[in-house]
Nanobody, 127 residues
Framework: QVQLVESGGGLVQAGDSLRLSCAASGRTFSSYALGWFRQAPGKEREFVAAISRSGGITYYADSVKGRFTISRGNAKNSVNLQMNSLKPEDTAVYYC????????????????????WGQGTQVTVSS
């Protein structure tokens, strides 16, 4: 099993940057593909970014492509989300998620694919 704990959220202004981190427990962290999702008030949770087990493959939602970067540190059991040029519409609770997989280059963008979830961290972007 994997336990995930997000951190790094906060209140920023439009155009600012923020770095989210997700710390994972478990010795087999490198066996998981990882992702970030977000849920804005009154909206469904949506996909943001994903990264493969190897870290070599990444995938982004169109709304964040070019502004957000997902990365993983297997030695540190962590996955990060660097968010630049933040917009008010990025305001949401951000969740990291993990999916056990044998595929080193596979990524997942559907919520139902993920087995483990963190509790979320709030990101608020003011205009």
């Amino acid at each position: 099993q994997v336990q995930l704990v997000e951190s790094g959220g906060g209140l920023v202004q439009a155009g600012d940057s923020l770095r989210l981190s997700c710390a994972a427990s478990g010795r087999t962290f490198s066996s998981y593909a990882l992702g970030w999702f977000r849920q804005a008030p009154g909206k469904e949770r949506e996909f943001v970014a994903a990264i493969s087990r190897s870290g070599g493959i990444t995938y982004y939602a169109d709304s964040v492509k070019g502004r957000f970067t997902i990365s993983r540190g297997n030695a540190k059991n962590s996955v990060n989300l660097q968010m630049n040029s933040l917009k008010p519409e990025d305001t949401a609770v951000y969740y990291c998620a993990a999916h056990y997989t044998l595929g080193s280059s596979t990524f997942y963008f559907k919520e139902a694919d993920y087995d483990y979830w963190g509790q979320g961290t709030q990101v608020t972007v003011s205009s």
